[in-house]
């Protein structure tokens, strides 16, 4: 597990590695995706245009693909996420933009965010990835379906680098576990052992 | 019409989400979109969303909506010529 890099945001929290390596100033879930963005990433204004969970995914992938060097093809990238509350935040605000007729102003800008893979989407525009990329929607981190799932795509000989991971935000919540995934570790890495690092994540993120 | 340009300058910037720029670094005379302020299809229909919502116009011409959102102060005179 020490080859995989992975980073995990939850509670005001960023965690690289394991290492708490930023504290949220504010509780706000917004203003601390605002941080982390603010946080030593590169500018990238269409960030603010993005709905809460794509800013989530977006920036946890932005600190996770920091410094991280390799020399794989845009076909050969992809992206695996799993997500429990599929796009509810923006799917609320839609709802209630059209829930009076008499004031009836749906925003295109909220709609395009309505589907939970648009999450995948921005970062593959981010960073040219052009492979495999898919959002599945589970009860909770399901490391053994997301290994066999990343697996099969290793074996196919045409994915050699891969970020996974799971990505989910509501209205009072909101976490990011995103790691990175390739041809040389994978094997390595088994499904158990990648859940109780995102348990372990997930605790030290909670009483941090 | 000045009064005009600086309201609707916040109000792009609110409705498009420009948290990162200021009112100052609009040029009412700037184009929208391409060069300009670089805004997308998506933009686009936030703003004819915007001139029927905060202005009761509505767009009936698509054609026309190149013209009208060429800049804030196209939009600003789209507005004063056609609001009831």
């Known amino acids: 597990m020490s080859t995989l890099k992975h980073v995990y945001l939850s509670n005001s929290s960023l965690f690289v590695n394991n290492k708490l390596v930023l504290r949220g100033e504010n509780p706000i879930f917004a203003k601390f995706l605002k941080e982390v963005y603010l946080y030593n990433l590169s500018r990238y204004p269409k960030f603010y245009k993005m709905d809460a969970l794509s800013k989530l995914a977006f920036v946890a992938s932005e600190v996770l693909l920091k410094d991280y060097k390799h020399k794989h093809q845009a076909e050969e990238v992809g992206i695996i996420l799993q997500n429990k509350s599929s796009t509810i935040i923006v799917d609320k605000k839609h709802q209630a933009s059209i829930s009076n007729r008499e004031e009836y102003f749906p925003s295109p800008a909220n709609f395009v965010y309505t589907l939970p893979n648009v999450m995948t989407g921005e970062i593959c525009i981010r960073n040219g990835f052009k492979g495999e990329n898919a959002v599945f929607i589970v009860p909770g981190f399901d490391a053994a379906f997301l290994m066999n799932y990343l697996q099969i795509l290793f074996d196919n000989d045409k994915t050699k680098m891969m970020l996974g991971g799971f990505v989910d935000a509501g209205e009072d919540y909101y976490e990011a576990f995103m790691f990175i995934i390739d041809e040389q570790n994978y094997k390595e890495i088994q499904a158990d052992q990648l859940y109780n690092l995102y348990k372990e994540l997930k605790e030290n993120a909670e009483t941090s | ?84």
Request: glycine share 6%.
């Open chain 2, 1 to 84: 019409m000045d009064k005009l340009i600086q309201e609707l300058k916040e109000e792009i910037i609110e409705a498009l989400n420009l948290e990162d720029m200021e009112i100052d670094e609009i040029d009412e005379e700037q184009a929208l979109f391409g060069d300009g302020l670089g805004l997308d299809s998506i933009d686009a229909l936030e703003l004819i969303v915007l001139l029927e919502k905060n202005y009761g116009i509505k767009i009936e011409d698509p054609k026309q909506g190149k013209d009208i959102f060429y800049s804030v102060k196209s939009m600003a005179e789209y507005i004063t010529a056609h609001q009831k």
